[in-house]
């Protein structure tokens, strides 16, 4: 039986996902969430499991109801964009939390990370882990040729994410969240979290300006998601 309302998760890469999926599957019910991946028959089969649970997402951005054509209800969590490419670099220079040689996919240049090919500020310099991330998963291609990307990418917000929450506070996320769907005792465990058996490496701040300028739109986005969720949390 299909769900009136199907909820969609824009999963951006390291951004406390894991630790809110978790949540999801403590708290509505467990092995709910449908987790989908980029597929080339349009998600036949991951379509029917999550019409029929109503909950499911992946790192697949705005635009997922056209690939599976089925509405869809967005909500997403959003980090720090500097912060959350640090954590991305760490997180490939640890070997996935050393589960990566067995089953975590790697891409070339995060091997290359892992391998101490490629160092911090190399991986921010070239944004290496991704360039606007944010603003990508939050448009779709056909929205960008008639306006700017940040325009779309908020006006997205506005119109069809119905839950916005940050990274850095997953407890007051947490809370709005179960204020917005009308749930109660909210329970989540903090999940893929980079361990800390490396010394952390600090970026030159001629990394970090070019990051910023490279990567400025999703700082902006970030700035919009923060005030609005914290007018939200007041």
């Known amino acids: 039986m299909r769900n009136l309302n199907t909820y969609f998760f824009v999963h951006t890469p390291k ?6 999926i978790s ?9 709910r969430f449908i987790m989908l991946h980029d597929a080339c028959d349009g998600f036949n089969k991951e379509k029917i499991l999550l019409c029929d649970s109503g909950f499911g997402g992946g790192h697949i951005g705005f635009g997922a ?22 954590s991305h670099f760490n997180y490939a220079l640890e070997g996935k939390n050393f589960a990566g040689l067995v089953s ?24 290496l882990g991704g360039r606007n991330i944010l603003s990508n998963m939050l448009t779709s291609s056909d929205q960008i040729i008639d306006g700017g990307v940040y325009e779309a990418a908020v006006e997205n917000l506005k119109k069809y994410f119905i839950f916005t929450g940050l990274c850095e506070d997953m407890s007051a996320t947490i809370l709005v969240f179960c204020k917005t769907f009308n749930m109660s005792f909210p329970f989540y465990i903090n ?11 600090e970026p030159s701040e001629g990394a970090i300006q070019k990051f910023r300028e490279d990567n400025a739109i999703d700082f902006k986005i970030y700035e919009f998601v923060k005030d609005d969720f914290e007018k939200k949390l007041n």
């Not at 949540?23 to 092995?31: E, G, M, Q, R, V």
């Not at 999940?191 to 490496?201: A, E, L, M, P, Y």
Request: no cysteine; glycine share 2%; aromatic share 12%.
């Open 191 to 201: 999940t893929n979290k980079t361990r800390n058996s490396i010394d952390r490496i």
């Open 65 to 86: 109801h056209r690939m599976i054509k089925y509405p869809l209800k967005y909500f997403t969590l959003v980090r720090d964009p500097l912060t959350r490419a640090i």
């Open 23 to 31: 949540f999801i599957d403590l708290n509505i019910f467990p092995n």
């Open 104 to 127: 975590a996919s790697f891409s070339e240049t995060e091997f290359l990370v892992m391998r101490r090919k490629i160092s911090l500020d190399q991986w921010l310099e070239k944004s």
């Open 15 to 20: 951004s406390g996902g894991s630790s809110f």
